[in-house]
């Protein structure tokens, strides 16, 4: 290919990957007034979400879940047990594992995701439009996860 042809194919703009970490970036600042108030970044708040998914699992659920390795989650878990908002302790089954689970208190900010919810359906123009971007960004996630396997 000639360097014209690849030009074509250069800019920023033209790009999915960027297009998908900017909108990454503005999902982190668009979260940042809901979370703020109760002291949680958004990495501290999917921590979180996998925890009101499924509570009381080992790290390497939560790691897994992510797409994280442990030793990126295990800082975030010390910051939430810091802030009362869980627990990490030894799983009685297998004391190789650490076991996460919420607090009441982490329990009790489980009504954010349906404060952020509301808030994004009026700017995404609503459930449908919603659901169909998050079914995208997933297919394309699952075709590339697949590709590096």
């Given at each position: ?9 250069v800019g920023l703009d033209r790009q999915l990957c960027f297009a998908i970490y ?16 109760h002291g949680l970044t958004y990495p501290q708040f999917l921590v979180l979400l ?46 190789r594992q650490l076991f996460v689970e919420l607090t009441d208190q982490g329990q ?42």
């Amino acid at each position: 290919m000639s360097d014209s042809a690849n030009s074509d194919f250069v800019g920023l703009d033209r790009q999915l990957c960027f297009a998908i970490y900017s909108a990454g970036l503005a999902f982190t600042a668009a979260y940042k007034p809901i979370l703020d108030p109760h002291g949680l970044t958004y990495p501290q708040f999917l921590v979180l979400l996998a925890l009101w998914e499924k509570d009381g699992v080992p790290l390497k659920d939560i790691s897994e879940r992510l797409g994280l390795d442990p030793g990126s989650v295990t800082p975030l878990l010390k910051k939430l047990e810091g802030m009362g908002l869980l627990r990490r302790g030894r799983d009685p089954k297998n004391e190789r594992q650490l076991f996460v689970e919420l607090t009441d208190q982490g329990q009790a900010l489980r009504p954010l995701v349906g404060e952020a919810r509301c808030a994004f359906l009026s700017v995404l123009d609503g459930e449908a439009s919603i659901l169909k971007a998050r079914d995208e960004v997933a297919r394309i996630t699952r075709l590339l996860q697949a590709r590096l396997t």
